[in-house]
């Protein structure tokens, strides 16, 4: 069973930045057979897709409102893929979950076959 465990997140004051991760466990496949995928869900609001990147690491996908602040990154050999935030603002706070897919390039959080517990960050102004 595909397990992924986020971490990463924190407090941080606005302008400053941080570097979320994602390990997945469990997968009897390889890790660079999975697209994987940042989600972020801010309280009261509905889930957002943040960034992709699928099994080759090419393309990228990131959401249009957050072109030129996140980065998303994947390391194979450690079955670890990343988001880099910067510049963060209080719009930012939100739980960031990461999510797996194998083999697809899903268009729907539905999708995707995994998901992490999510890691809070908390943006001060």
């Not at 004051?13 to 469990?26: E, F, I, N, P």
């Not at 994947?74 to 939100?94: G, K």
Request: a neutral charge; glycine letters at 8%; hydrophobic letters at 35%.
């Amino acid at each position: 069973q595909v397990q992924l465990v986020e971490s990463g997140g924190g407090e941080v004051q606005a302008g400053g930045s941080l570097r979320l991760a994602c390990v997945m466990s469990g997968s009897r496949r390889l890790f660079d057979q999975y697209t994987m995928a940042w989600f972020r869900q801010a309280p009261g609001k509905e889930r957002e897709f943040v960034a992709r990147m699928n099994w080759h690491g090419v393309p990228t996908t990131i959401a249009d409102s957050m072109r030129g602040r996140f980065t998303i990154s994947r390391d194979n050999a450690e079955s670890t893929v990343y988001l880099r935030i910067d510049r963060l603002n209080p719009e930012d706070t939100a739980t960031y979950y990461c999510a797996a897919a194998y083999w697809s390039l899903p268009e729907t959080p539905s999708a995707y076959d995994a998901w992490g517990q999510g890691t809070q960050v908390t943006v001060l102004s």
